[in-house]
């Protein structure tokens, strides 16, 4: 198991940028698989991105490609979500969530595969 804790919400003009990053706790977070999803007020958590233990190999959902970058450093225990071109709609609590194992290529877009996740950090972006 690990702790997640998030950090780099905000508030920002549509077409701004943010990062928002994940600092995990424990010595194995190099094997975990991680994702961020967000949930916006009265709707379902949904995917936004995910990045294999491995870091080779990403998925992101339709609604953010080519707009946002997930990323990680194993060395120090962190993930990365790089939001650019950012639009109204993408105004949500974004959370981090890790899992497990798996193949060095495995990502998810479940949510209920993720076993660990963080508190979340909320990203407002003004039209």
């Known amino acids: 198991q690990v702790q997640l804790v998030e950090s780099g919400g905000g508030l920002v003009q549509a077409g701004g940028s943010l990062r928002l990053s994940c600092v995990a706790s424990g010595r194995i977070f190099s094997r975990y698989a991680m994702g961020w999803f967000r949930q916006a007020p009265a709707k379902e958590r949904e995917f936004v991105a995910a990045?294999?233990?491995?870091?080779?190999?990403?998925d992101y959902a339709d609604s953010v490609k080519g707009r946002f970058t997930i990323s990680r450093d194993n060395a120090k225990n962190m993930v990365y979500l790089q939001m650019n071109s950012l639009k109204f709609e993408d105004t949500a609590v974004y959370y981090c969530?890790?899992?497990?194992?798996?193949?060095?290529?495995?990502?998810?877009?479940?949510?209920?595969?993720?076993?660990?996740w963080g508190q979340g950090t909320q990203v407002t972006v003004s039209s």
């Open positions: 969530a890790g899992v497990y194992g798996g193949r060095s290529y495995y990502t998810s877009r479940n949510h209920a595969d993720y076993n660990d």
């Open positions: 990045i294999s233990w491995s870091g080779g190999s990403t």
